[in-house]
Every structure is written in C-alpha cells, then in structure tokens.
C-alpha cells in the first residue's frame, strides 16, 4: 500500500500509479495539477480519496487524517476514535470544500472573458443575467456562454453562485448577522434555496459553517 499527502501526490502521480483514477492534493494545487496529469481524476474537494493500494489526501494536515484511517484499516474503529482523543484531533470524515477558496480561473487569455469575471466580482450581491454578462464582455449571449464555460470550465450561473457563497462565508465568519439576513445580502430571496447551495457548495449548512469557522467571540450574556 502507498500513500501520499499534499504535494507528495504530485510525485506519486508521476510514477503513473494514479492514472485513471481520481486523487486528491491540497485544494491550491488543483488546477496546476490537473494540468500536470490530465490522465488523473482530481478531486481536491476531498481530505481523502482511498483506492485500498493507494490513498492520496489533501493538504499537509491531512497526515492526520490519514493516520487515523490507517489506524481503523489496521486496528479497528474503537483505536481510532481512542487515538483521535488522544491526540485532540477529529476522527475522519472532514472535507476539503469546508475549508478551500474559491480560485477563480484566470490564466485562460480570453480577455473579454478576464473582463466579465472582474466585473462579476464587485457584483457578488445580487444575481446577473446571462445576457447582461454578455453585454458588458461585448459579446453574443451564445458566444459569451460557450467562451466563458471554456475559459472557466463552469456556466456563469455557477461562477456567479460560487462568488455569492464566498461572501456569505466571510459574513458568517466575521459577523453575527442572521442567516436569513445575510442569505438576502446575497441575493437569494428563498431561505432554503441558499441553505442548499451552500451545503452543495461547502459540505456544510450555513450554521454548521458558522460553529466551526466563526472568528467573532460571542460576548458573555
């Protein structure tokens, strides 16, 4: 059995032992890696990706992770569970998504496309038009739609939907206002629309989101 965490898949892909099968490494290195070994499946969403003789995880706190599965393969789950309290870590079952950012693709020398993706970016609070994308990047809505899901690799809706939940994520990090209020500031007018796609997105509901990753201290009442 081999393993290998973070920037040591790159080597391990290399001996061609990861060809035709998904990997992951951290979530920084996806694109490069994609690029590298196209004949791999990358999934940098994901802390650990086991194929029984090969395991790949993700970034370099990940050994934990994986330390913990070898030691349920070898020694059972009640030694794991007991090892995860001992050294204060949680057993496995973490993702990557609850913790990566959203890296947008911008190395892809589509200039109009550059152009709309900036725009965008200052437009995080509220949903935009595919054609008004268009317009503003100078081009046809069907010529807009294909460059950009080249340039990208996803439709402008998701593009704009990943950019909406990277704010929410920095309002439930660095404030205490009410999801309901922040998923308004967001542009999503249903409630539970926006828990969904902030789950599918991050892995986690908002407020699960919030316990783990808030930064503000709540005051004693």
């Not at 086991?50 to 790949?56: A, F, I, L, N, R």
């Not at 926006?194 to 407020?207: A, E, H, N, Q």
């Amino acid at each position: 059995m081999l393993a290998a965490v973070c920037g040591g898949v790159f080597m391990l892909a290399r001996s061609g032992l990861l060809a035709g099968r998904q990997a992951t490494t951290h979530w920084a290195f996806n694109e490069e890696f994609a690029i590298q070994f196209p004949d791999v499946l990358t999934e940098t969403d994901r802390m650990l990706i086991d194929y029984g003789d090969v395991v790949t995880a993700g970034g370099v706190l990940a050994w934990a992770d994986l330390g913990l599965m070898l030691v349920e393969r070898f020694l059972g789950p009640s030694v794991m569970l007991d090892t995860a309290r001992f050294m204060n870590i949680e057993p496995p079952g973490r993702e990557q998504q609850f913790y990566s950012d959203f890296v947008p693709k911008i190395k892809h020398g589509d200039s109009a496309i550059l152009k709309a993706q900036h725009w965008l970016s200052t437009q995080r609070e509220r949903p935009i038009a595919v054609a008004d994308i268009a317009r503003y990047a100078c081009l046809e809505p069907r010529t807009f739609l294909r460059r950009f899901v080249s340039a990208t690799g996803m439709k402008p809706t998701e593009y704009q939907q990943r950019l909406r939940i990277t704010r929410a994520r920095e309002m439930l990090e660095f404030s205490r206002t009410s999801i309901d209020k922040i998923a308004a500031s967001v542009g999503y007018d249903d409630i539970g629309g926006f828990r969904r796609v902030f789950r599918k997105i991050m892995g986690l509901t908002p407020s699960e989101y919030r316990q783990r990753f808030c930064r503000i201290t709540q005051k004693p009442g």
